[in-house]
């Protein structure tokens, strides 16, 4: 009796430091740099007389636009392909073979395949072409997952009977499509906010976008209102499509699904040979173009002589940043309300340009009592948060979402506190989909330059930062091998993550 | 009961192990803590070439017994980055930095004369001629590297490259050149060396003439090269340390030093400087002595750099020539920076 008062005293008490460590780091990572960067600009003047609406920045804005939306369009494109090649047998998100593949396309940083597509394209192909081409065969797995829902979402049923009076692609395209327009157009925002501003694929081509120009001109800068100036426009635009986004997902979670998908019955020819031909071009051929530029095998053994103790720092560096926005959702996702304010928040954050997500941090540390922090590599895991965090905030919230509210009634009817349904009940079945959040946060961290670059600490140079000074010193060799180390782990990051998405799926059937 | 504790213990167990492990990963970011508090730690602020600067660095820490932190520039910030760093934790009351090693010259006379440098005559630089020191002896200059005009020999032939920088303005080269941004880098420092010696007239001129013309701005020098690599443009305004890497990774490429109308190019050296303020400055003065040296020297000009020594014996030594340089003087440069970039701000970057 004494031991399971206590169990249970311990088990609170656990939770409520779980809970309060979540909060804190929301505030560490969201919530406090947010309020610095939004003083500093109130409160600074620009000695700068660049206009918010000069041709140069307009200019910018266009170019940038035009290239995201390309990009996105041709993702799209590549994406349906592949999703109606497997539809209506079976979805992409119950194939648990081909997730692996997927997340493995997206985890490995798209500097890698910049570099590998960079040595393989006609020389004809200028920076604009190969910057499309490697954002949409970086980027597809995000509608086609997107889609692959949808089309679970609203099943077969419509689709099965509009067959019966039209012949298959009438029936998709009269019927499917149109049903499908809520995922389509979450699904573009969503890849367009993205590839708005992604830094380092545009940067291996030369291209001048807004990415570009707004971490040189931080970099550059040591005052920060300055540097917001040309950072209006592209909040602006970003605010705007994010808010289109979020109602479009609204719409969609508000309609009810009209079936379910059906169960994979039997993965057809034609289906494994578009899925695996369009992964093949957007993932190996890269790859094997950075081989190329390896040059030598002794290139890897150069590359952790010099870079070892860089290598497992960015790894450490980047899975603390992944325990920390875990630890973060979990906290925020304790309260509805609190835990979607959260979210959006932390969303909101992590799709501005990472050079603006580095100045907020600097807003908010560059003083004497955060020394310790800022001076060192934790400042790094924090912008590591800042800026992936919101995977992990919006998970917690989904894995809360998720939990029958049945089963929370009926533990509460026998006793169970709110800390002992969370570690009794339901983190034995979601512990797999919090590590994989874990991991896919690390490798979205693995790729970040943007904010790193800002946030230098000394005697700390993340792999990411290095591998462009590689290939600005033409050092091919050490380039490639960084890079190939990085989707290393990605690929074992994917396959991982994959096995716990696996595993959690099964935990959740046994205990439902 | 007894089946629920132990399966209990072993969750405990488990997570335990889990956190112990992420505990211990995220240990491997951090140094030994207490062995790197009984030596003085001394930050850099590093501009030269990142793997030349980690070797150096590492072989004084390991002679010396000091712990040696660089930080280094990015291709974002490049060196405008560092000195504007420095400036923000001087402003702060914080500098974190104690030796600036720069790869070019004129930030950090900006430096010297914002009152952020520390004077120290360094014995080491006893043999670098006059014009390479400060006369106040908060900086010194060593290893220079050339403005060049790279190009494809295979695809530009070279009788047709100008043989003065202000050629480039006109319609012939213009479109078919690409120049690094002239707010950042050396190609600020050049574009300043201009309007010093040409004066403003001149120098905007030149500015309207390349926009007119149809110039390719790109973001750095290497991504300059990399333009006349790609044959996106024809010419590329670089350093020569540019064109070296590039030609050292088989890119057909030759460079020419071009007039700046007094008869001589523009050479600029690395330097190196104490920062006022910076922590353990009496320490980091053995490392100064160090970075100014003929031995550091030496190192820059063998290594795939090929920065030119300004000691006239180590020149001699490694069959190395200064080529003709131009008369501008570094302080004047400097003094006409402000004037240059708010000229290349009003006409290239709008």
Redesign the interface.
Known sequence: MIRARFSSAGIRIVYGCVVAVGVAVFVAAVAWPTVAILWSALRGVPSSSDDLFGSRQLTLLARTMMLSAAATLLAHVLAVCVVFCSWPRTGLMQGRVWLAPLIALLACPPFAYAFGWDKLLPMGWGGYVRCVWTWGLWAWPVPALILSTGLRRIGVGPFQAALLDAGYWRAVCHVTLPMLRGYAAFSLLIVFVFLFHEYSVPHAFGLQVFATELLTVMASSSRLVDALIPAALPVAATGVMLALALAAWRRLVLSSAAGIGPSPAFYGRRTNVMFFLVVIVSWLVPLFGLGLRLGSIESFSDAIGTYGGDIASTLGVAVGGGVLSVLMGMGVSAWRLLGRVCAVWALALGTLPGALVGAALIAAYNVEAAAPLFDHWPIIMLGHCARFGWVGVILALVLTRAFPATLREQARLDGASTASIFFRVRLPGEWPFLAAGLLIISVLSLGDIATTTLLRVPDFSPVAIVVIEKFHRFEDGLLSALCLILVGSGVTASIVVSAMVWIGRSRLRSTS | MRAT?LR?RSRVCTWGVVLGS?LS???????DDDEQSARA?I?VYCSV???FG?AILSDFESENGLVV????D?????T??LI??I??EA????P?GTVLFSGELFNTIRLARLGMLEPYDSPAASDIPSSFRDAEHRWTGIAARGRVLAFDPSRWAPHRVPSRWEELAQPDFAAVTAIA?P??GTTRGHVAAMFALWGPERGRAFLTGLRDNGVT????N??AV??VM???VELAMTDTDDVW??Q??G?SLDFRYLDMDDGGTLMIPSSVALIRGGPHSDKARALVDYLVSAEVERALAQS?SRNVPVRSALRKELGMEWPASSAVDYEQVADAMDEAITAV?EIL??
């Open positions: 504790c209990d992420i990963l995220s240990n491997g970011c951090a140094k730690r930050v070439d990142e793997a980690r932190e660089p930080v280094f990015s291709e974002a910030g490049k405008t980055g504007e760093r400036i923000a402003e702060s009351g914080r974190r941004n707010v950042f701005m790109v973001d750095g290497s991504t990399r333009s790609a044959g996106r890497v590039a050292r990774s890119a795939d701000r970057i709008r």
